[in-house]
């Protein structure tokens, strides 16, 4: 419904009677709507390009009109956007409708032209004085209106005055009108301006994204020859900001920089794409670069190292070299069957074992194989051929016979594989060999009469039976016995069964039976036991073995009943593999460890030289399994624990004690303890440096490190138990000194220790008594106003007095304390503010208290901490919560989870200490936080330090590109707080305001005030 704001007389009357508007929507009346102009469609695009169609009201907008009206004091100013049916008025004055039919709209006409359209009295105006909006209400007399046009030119509507009596514009008014257009035309600009920008940014972000998944190095260099852009990549030669502005030859060997030159110059000259390769000489390895020219003033050049394929390419190349040797050396026939077109290659050994010459057969194809191949056997062998062809057998082997020249049949064993595909799947080439197996079928026909009794006897026994005479010769050997020596029966038949055991048994076992045949006593007969077997392809392997003697005709045989306990033995090394060793790493677990180190102390003692144990951990695992999972972490376990194995000698133990820790037991050192202290750091140095090489970890690299802590021993007097301990105390000792460091066990951090667990005592008894107290540090701006104040948490100790926090702090973390220590001091706060909230003076300060990373992880912070608020009345936009960086590091979308829950409710978040840690933009634009803290460190030296000030500064300024507030601490003289004034800085914390006082001190400070 269209109305003016101030003509609600005429308005109700309009309702009272006829409502005619309304009917206007659903009657045809006959008006002279404008015409579309001629670019509507594309006019249309642009419209609706802009996103303000239907859009919220905005300031910028409603500000224009709004001063517009009181320019010309007309009742009604709109800013009208013409739409394919309807004009939608972005913003309004005087108006309570959004939109009207499109050819009721005297916008319609403004955006025909460039110019403004003017109408002083509309129902003098043929075009309009029937329009039901000057004949009825609103009773439009005079009309003005801008077009609003695009820097297209595409015109989408108007900036318009209406007023229900007629008047005119004077040339200055027209141009005022101009003038007010050109700002609504700058607000549009500007809208399309930042959307234009956000998808740029998200363009850029998915460029990077995929610039860093990229297995090449990715450069590009300029008409200059200078490098504009380069990716992160392990291949580089120099870190990334090293290599960009300058020349290859300021990066790259002359004769390589020379080289690029030339290929960029051609790049630049042909518009082609330049491939190359290229030797790194200094590094042993092969890259292939390709440029491609990005526009008359960009290369884009991509740099791969091929190395391994130029060695892969080198070793097929020898290979096939190797093979044919073989080839040539035995006799083999060799061919090759292109499936699809069934053309083949056969080699000269493959014609002439049929009796041909390799001309004499001319064009080799499928058919002429099927054609020479048994009938009896061809069925078969295409059968087989098929199979292998869809994958359901490995390979294609069978016995054929195959017509010779002079007609008599051969017989040939033929073998071959698929060896390549289509490019839609299908088998392409298949690659074999013929092999003349005549006389071996003979042979094995001929033996096959010949043992055909025996094998009725043995043919389905599992285990190997061997029958030998009084010299140790084979005479039989079944089928069973063919598998597990890897013999077949001619093989061995007539040979003697020595060559079936390893040595020492091998030597002796002719000597063992003639003592026999001689004496009649040997241990064997009889009996059951367990040996050695040597398999044909010469590994060893254990087999229980039961011998009787019996006589045939005369003459004694030994019979040998044989059994593979591989399996068996296998299960028993699992057995003890699962008992004694890591599932994960394969190395000694626990167990062992503890037993071999049981060994060690007995030995050192025994002997007087010096062993020692070191307590390896790695640093930040638990971030790479929270980032990356648990199954790259159990990856990056296994290598760590191969380059342990590999970086000690042959007798070292290296052990997994448990998750990333992991002990290397190292004996027989030095006597002198200096020199085996030298040996163990030796190990110790090398062991770290192989932890500092780069992971691969399936498409991750990562690099490590990791804290090893060092104890020797000599003697029997300290336990097992104690040596792990001192290991173990002296890692952590390494962790504390800054961590992929070395630190040895001395009788000091025995102490430490002990001091250790006294403090944890005493802080679970300051719980239950209550020793705990706030003391407040106020808070100022730039006026010296009061704004707030942050409590800190301070402990009375019954003994040792007023404890720092430094002190106790982290302890309460290690162990949890201060989840219920955070929880007393969130309450704490909560009734300090709901008590401020009582009295004016107070009630507008803020409260700024830290949660710890411990206490922020926590499942159950929100929970507990909106039940506080609810139980103490205070207002959550009081109280702010100060996070470290150090809480960003992992998990940061249940973190930001929670932040957003908390500030849903009015609670503010400020990043302490911030520029200490490593919090990133990319971590910052996520989190709903409110304010930055500049820590205490860069304010120190603020006026001396150049540095300090310059990361001062930095952070002022992306506080302020952020929309975030920014408080400094540690404020301690004027000429400070002066300086972080004028860097921009107006909020402030430190002594130069108040020392942090007790609440009852702190109120009493304020009420001086």
Same mark, same amino acid.
């Given at each position: ?389 869809? =994958?359901? /057998? ?5 016995? %054929?016979?195959?017509? +010779? &020249? @002079? $007609? *008599?049949?051969?017989? !040939? ?108 006593? =040997?241990? /064997? ?5 367990? %040996?050695?077997?040597? +398999? &044909? @392809? $010469? *590994?060893?392997?254990? !087999? ?466």
């Amino acid at each position: 419904m269209l109305t003016l704001a101030n003509d609600k007389e005429h308005f109700n009357g309009y309702l009272a009677e006829d409502c005619s508007f309304c009917v206007l929507q659903k009657q045809a009346i006959t008006l002279s709507p404008a015409p579309p102009p001629k670019d509507e469609a594309l006019r249309l695009h642009a419209l609706r390009k802009t996103g303000l169609l239907d859009s919220a009201p905005e300031v910028r907008f409603d500000r224009i009109t709004r001063l517009a009206a009181q320019f010309f004091r007309v009742e009604t100013c709109l800013v009208s956007l013409v739409d394919s049916e309807r004009q939608w008025f972005k913003s309004r004055v005087g108006l309570q409708v959004d939109e009207t039919h499109r050819d009721h709209s005297f916008c319609a006409h403004t955006i025909l032209g460039d110019h403004i359209l003017e109408i002083p009295d509309a129902r003098n105006d043929p075009r309009f004085a029937d329009n039901p909006l000057v004949t009825g209400p609103p009773h439009i007399r005079f009309y003005a209106g801008a077009p609003l046009i695009t820097r297209s030119g595409y015109r989408l509507g108007s900036l318009c005055l209406i007023d229900p009596a007629p008047r005119q514009l004077s040339s200055l008014q027209h141009a005022a009108l101009r003038d007010f257009a050109d700002c609504i035309e700058h607000e549009i600009e500007t809208v399309q301006q930042a959307d234009m920008q956000r998808r740029l940014n998200a363009t850029m972000a998915r460029t990077n994204a995929m610039l860093s998944t990229l297995p090449d190095m990715v450069f590009v260099v300029n008409r200059e020859h200078r490098f504009v852009a380069c990716n992160e990549h392990p291949d580089l030669l120099m870190p990334t900001h090293e290599i960009l502005g300058k020349t290859p030859a300021e990066v790259l060997p002359s004769l390589l920089a020379e080289q690029l030159n030339q290929h960029i110059k051609q790049a630049f000259t042909t518009n082609q794409l330049i491939n190359s390769e290229f030797f790194l000489a200094e590094h042993n390895q092969y890259f292939e670069a390709r440029l491609h020219i990005l526009d008359r003033e960009e290369i884009l050049i991509l740099v791969r190292n091929i190395t391994q394929e130029k060695r892969d390419a080198e070793r097929l190349h020898n290979s096939e070299n190797l093979l044919k040797a073989v080839i040539d050396a035995n006799s083999i026939g060799t061919w090759q069957l292109d499936l699809q077109t069934e053309e083949m290659l056969v080699n000269n050994k493959w014609a002439s074992l049929i009796g041909y010459d390799l001309e004499e057969l001319g064009q080799v194809t499928y058919d002429t194989w099927k054609q020479r191949v048994h009938p009896d056997d061809l069925a078969y062998c295409l059968d087989i051929i098929d199979q292998h062809a869809h =994958g359901d /057998i490995p390979l294609y082997e069978a016995n %054929l016979r195959i017509q +010779h &020249k @002079d $007609g *008599h049949w051969i017989w !040939i064993n033929s073998r071959g594989r698929i060896t390549t595909f289509t490019a839609d799947g299908q088998p392409e080439t298949m690659l074999g060999t013929h092999f003349d197996i005549s006389a071996q079928v003979q042979t094995e026909n001929s033996l096959q009469e010949q043992s055909q009794h025996m094998e009725v006897i043995v043919e389905h026994m599992l285990d190997g039976i061997i029958s030998i005479n009084g010299d140790g010769t084979i005479q039989s050997f079944n089928p069973a016995a063919e598998q597990i020596f890897g013999y077949s029966y001619p093989e061995v038949l007539g040979k003697n069964v020595n060559i079936l055991m390893p040595e020492p048994h091998r030597s002796h076992h002719d000597s063992y039976i003639h003592n026999y045949m001689g004496s009649g006593l =040997g241990g /064997i007969i009889g009996k059951g036991r367990e %040996l050695e077997g040597l +398999h &044909k @392809d $010469g *590994h060893r392997f254990p !087999i229980e073995i039961g011998i009787a003697e019996v006589k045939q005709e005369g003459e004694r045989l030994f019979i040998g009943m044989i059994r593979d306990i591989t399996e068996r033995k296998k299960g028993e090394d699992e057995i003890r593999q699962l008992a004694f060793y890591d599932g994960l790493t394969q190395l000694p677990n626990r167990r062992l460890l503890l037993d071999r180190l049981q060994q060690a102390i007995a030995n050192a003692d025994r002997h007087q030289r010096h062993s020692a144990l070191l307590f390896l951990d790695l640093d930040n695992f638990k971030s790479l399994n929270d980032s990356a999972g648990h199954g790259q972490g159990d990856r990056l376990l296994q290598q760590v624990a191969n380059r342990l194995t590999q970086g000690v000698r042959k007798g070292d133990t290296v052990a997994r004690l448990s998750g990333d820790e992991f002990i290397i037991m190292l004996e027989e050192l030095s006597v002198d303890n200096h020199e085996a202290a030298n040996q163990a750091e030796v190990v110790a140095e090398k062991l770290l440096s192989e932890i500092n090489r780069s992971f691969t970890l399936e498409g991750l690299d990562y690099r490590g490190s990791a804290s090893i802590g060092i104890t020797l021993f000599n003697d029997h007097c300290a336990s097992r138990e104690d040596l792990l301990k001192q290991a173990d105390m002296a890692m952590y000792k390494a962790k504390a000194a800054g961590r992929n460091s070395i630190h040895f066990f001395d009788p000091q951090m025995q102490v430490a220790v002990t001091a250790r667990a006294a403090l944890e005592q005493d802080l679970h008894a300051a719980i239950r008594q209550q020793q705990f107290c706030l003391h407040y540090q106020i808070q100022v701006d730039d006026h010296g106003c009061h704004v707030g104040a942050e409590v800190l948490l301070r402990w009375q100790h019954p003994e040792r007095g007023m404890v720092s926090p430094a002190d106790f702090i982290p302890l309460t973390e290690e162990t949890g304390l201060i989840v219920p220590i955070g929880e007393w001091v969130l309450e704490q706060a909560c009734q300090t503010l709901a008590s401020w909230g009582q009295n004016t003076a107070t009630a507008e300060l803020c409260l700024a208290v830290n949660i710890s990373v411990v206490q922020f992880r926590r499942g159950d912070l929100v929970r507990h901490l909106l039940q506080t608020l609810q139980k103490t009345g205070a207002n959550p936009q009081r109280l702010k919560l100060e996070i470290t960086e150090s809480l960003l590091a992992n998990n940061l979308d249940e973190v930001v989870g929670k932040m957003r829950t908390l500030r849903q409710q009015g609670i503010s978040f400020s990043i302490d200490d911030f520029g200490t840690g490593y919090s990133s933009l990319a971590y910052l634009k996520q989190l709903p936080i409110n304010q930055l803290k500049i820590d205490q460190r860069f304010v120190r030296d603020l006026l001396t330090n150049s540095n300090d000030q310059a990361i001062a500064e930095a952070i002022i300024t992306l506080a302020k590109a952020m929309q975030l507030d920014v408080i400094a601490e540690g404020v301690e003289t004027e000429a400070q707080r002066e300086k972080l004034l004028q860097l921009g800085c107006r909020h402030y914390q430190g002594y130069l305001f108040g020392r942090p006082a007790p609440l009852d001190e702190f109120r009493h400070a304020l009420s001086q005030i």
